[in-house]
Structure formats: structure tokens, C-alpha cells
């Protein structure tokens, strides 16, 4: 079946450091959707990205769609310690969420 | 706060039990997923329906079954527990079945002893 792979598992950064996860997929996705969940709480929607190479942006976050559409990626700059938490990628076709990657941030 | 409830939101069983979970969608959404979320196996879809039909089957064990009534709300029924089907149960709503944003609701923990 689709799988989505994301790395790193683990992210530790300070305070202002930059960030970014990645997700891979071995087939061609139709859309990628990102989500974050805090510590105790629920995945809640981030963005939904559709076309090939699409790059969009909300406030420090930047997500890009790769050409191929068969990989993606988060980026977080100057990270603060609000962006803590669990960052998920999902694809469309099966609903099949990535391991996500868990971001610590030090004050 | 996304609009989707669930009930229990903490449950404690023992191996062997059956138990069921609720979830009521966001006003106006006729979709419903559950999703089981563990340490070791991340975010695992389980089921979708639409409409009070079943639209989409992930990794659903048989011991496991789910209906979405005429009001539109969804129950997954967990029967025959094991220690290893301790978990968080999530469950999404969205507006339509193409899985466009889903609201996920608070979870239900549930733990089997």
C-alpha cells in the first residue's frame, strides 16, 4: 500500500533555530496535507498542498510540494517555543499519516 | 475547540471487554474517520464513512467495527481487547467524502489492563 515516510523522527532545536521536516513517498500523491499536534492535544489541520512545486506560507511556516509530487516539505523559521510538538504530513489516496516528526524547542 | 465531540474522553477495561466509542461530527460534516494513534505505530486510519455509509477501510482489525447513524454521528466498537489495543482513538470529521480538511476531535483514551 502508499506509505508516506517523514524524518527526522526526533528534532531538538534552540530558540531561533530554523527547522524542517521532510515526508517521501515511493508513489506520485494527489495532494499532501500537513498537521500539527501539541503535547495531550489533537492534530488539527495546517495546510493542504495540490499542485506540483506548490510553495505556500503562513507567517514563519513554509510548505513546498516537490515536482514530482511524490515529496514535501515543512519548514519553520526562527523557531519559538509555541512551535512545539508533533508535525504529521498525510496523503490523500489512503489517508495514510507519516510517523511525523517531534519538535523540541529550548528556550 | 474544532467542533468534533467524543465520548469517553478516558476509558479503562480489561483484556477480553468490548467498549464503544462516540463521535459526533462538526455541524454540517457528513464525513467521519476514526483514526488510532499509539506510541510505537503513530497515526493509523481505521475507517471512514459518508453518509452513514462505509467510504474508505484502513487498518481495521475485525475485532473492530464502526457504524455512522442517520444523525450522522459514528461509533467504533472495540470487542475482545488486548493490552496492545491500548491507544488514543481519534475521530475527524469533513464536509464532504474527499478527505478534504478533517477536524479532529479530542480523543479518547483508552486503556486495557
Known amino acids: 500500500g502508499q506509505q508516506v515516510m517523514q524524518i527526522p523522527q526526533y528534532q531538538h532545536v534552540q530558540e531561533g533555530e530554523d527547522f524542517t521536516t521532510y515526508c517521501n513517498s515511493s508513489t506520485t500523491l494527489s495532494n499532501i496535507q500537513w498537521y500539527k499536534q501539541r503535547p495531550g492535544g489533537h492534530p488539527v489541520f495546517l495546510i493542504q498542498?495540490?499542485?506540483?512545486?506548490e510553495v505556500k506560507k503562513q507567517k514563519r511556516l513554509t510548505f513546498q510540494f516537490g515536482e514530482a509530487k511524490k515529496n514535501s516539505s515543512l519548514h519553520i523559521t526562527a523557531t519559538q517555543t509555541t512551535d512545539v510538538g508533533t508535525y504529521f504530513c498525510?496523503?490523500?489516496?489512503?489517508?495514510?499519516f507519516g510517523q511525523g516528526t517531534i519538535l523540541t524547542v529550548h528556550p | 475547540d474544532s467542533g468534533v465531540t467524543q465520548t469517553p474522553k478516558h476509558l479503562i477495561t480489561a483484556t477480553g471487554q468490548r467498549v464503544t466509542l462516540r463521535c459526533s461530527p462538526r455541524?454540517?460534516?457528513?464525513?467521519v474517520y476514526w483514526y488510532q494513534q499509539s506510541l510505537d505505530q503513530g497515526l493509523q486510519f481505521l475507517i471512514q464513512y459518508y453518509n452513514g455509509e462505509e467510504r474508505a477501510k484502513g487498518n481495521i482489525l475485525e475485532r473492530f467495527s464502526a457504524q455512522q447513524f442517520p444523525d450522522l454521528h459514528s461509533e467504533l466498537n472495540l470487542s475482545s481487547l488486548e493490552l496492545g489495543d491500548s491507544a488514543l482513538y481519534f475521530c475527524?470529521?469533513?464536509?464532504?467524502?474527499?478527505?478534504?480538511?478533517?477536524?479532529f476531535g479530542p480523543g479518547t483514551r483508552l486503556l486495557v489492563l
Open positions: 455541524s454540517g460534516d457528513l464525513s
Open positions: 498525510a496523503s490523500d489516496g489512503k489517508l495514510t
Open positions: 475527524a470529521s469533513s464536509a464532504l467524502a474527499s478527505r478534504e480538511t478533517q477536524y
Open positions: 498542498l495540490v499542485k506540483s512545486g
